[in-house]
């Protein structure tokens, strides 16, 4: 055991795990990020048989997995079996008031790094694409649970997220797109910072009982003001957009933005196309919001409630 603590210590250690966190999904191959990562963490060994987290738990921290193998279990029943390039612990660091929702336990002799909750959010901070997979990865977990848990809705249902500068266009989308007989409900959410656990649980509820995400970018969720609150709002939103997509998948999703926006978003990050408005003149905005109208009314008709 002292010698797989010590694999990771001396200076060829250290580029060792630099080159293993790189292979992380969330890592994605980031020279930066991984070397990042290792300057905050520690080493974990878990002997084969022991086991790593506790169902229950209260602690927070993610643990990259670099050497073994670890099995997860949910209430007795194995749910998934983890190496190398994964990480667990990852729900507790979206929700860190939530108790630890799953056993994790050692197959073989297991070596993770580990970083808590705290250096995750710094390093989220600093380097922004972290939370766009995170949220993925998050949406993921919800479709996997849905696929045992969730029976599909006798009607369609549409979540539909915007900041507070966009909800008068979600309005009028939700109003176009969808009968006044409300064959399709629908319900619209007033985006902030998804950072939070309260937040964060109620994003996960929704998207646990929709079967679309539709996700409204407005032209003022663009500027940075001088605090900073529009690309907070416009981040929190394409952390949706990442959720919708892992919870949904991208035909269950529609990234409504302005057609000038050029910044990294879900459309590069997460391999979504989005349906572009213009704002002038007039004429053209209510072309394009037709257009978008028709394109989720036509994919909500054909798709219909998840199976």
């Known amino acids: 055991m002292a010698d797989l603590h010590q694999k990771f210590k001396s200076q060829t250690g250290h580029q060792t795990l630099v080159r293993k966190l790189r292979l992380n999904s969330l890592v994605n191959d980031s ?3 991984a070397e ?9 060994v878990t002997p084969a048989g022991c086991t790593l987290i506790d169902e229950g738990g209260e602690d927070d921290d993610l643990h990259f ?17 983890l190496g190398p390039g994964n990480q667990v612990g990852e729900l ?23 970083v808590s909750e705290e250096t995750f959010a710094n390093l989220a901070a600093k380097h922004r694409t972290l939370w766009r997979r995170m949220s993925q990865i998050l949406g993921n977990h919800l479709r996997d649970s849905n696929r045992l848990l969730r029976q599909p809705n006798p009607r369609p249902r549409v979540f539909i997220a915007s900041s507070p500068a966009g909800m008068p266009l979600a309005r009028a989308i939700a109003a176009e797109t969808f ?21 964060l649980t109620s994003l996960a509820s929704a998207f646990t009982d929709a079967d679309f995400g539709v996700i409204v970018i407005a032209p003022d969720d663009c500027v940075r003001s ?39 978003a879900p459309s590069t990050t997460l391999g979504l196309t989005p349906l572009r408005y213009r704002l002038d003149p007039i004429e053209d905005l209510k072309t394009d919001l037709q257009a ?3 394109r989720i009314r036509a994919q909500v008709n054909d798709l219909r409630s998840r199976r």
């Open 226 to 264: 001088s605090e900073a609150e529009n690309s907070v709002n416009r981040d929190a939103l394409f952390f949706e957009c990442g959720v919708s997509i892992g919870a949904l998948g991208p035909s269950r999703t529609f990234l409504v933005q302005p057609h000038d926006l050029v910044e990294s």
């Open 292 to 294: 978008i109208c028709l």
């Open 65 to 81: 997995i670099l050497i073994g193998q670890l099995q997860v279990m949910v209430q007795g029943h194995e749910a998934a079996l």
């Open 179 to 199: 009968d006044s007989d409300h064959t399709v409900p629908t319900w619209l959410v007033e985006t902030g910072c998804h950072q939070d656990a309260s937040s």
């Open 36 to 44: 990042d990562i290792a300057k905050h963490a520690s080493i974990v």
């Open 92 to 114: 507790s660091l979206v929700d860190p008031r939530a108790m630890r929702s799953a056993t994790v336990r050692a197959l073989t002799d297991t070596v993770t790094a580990k």
């Open 31 to 33: 020279t930066e990020l």
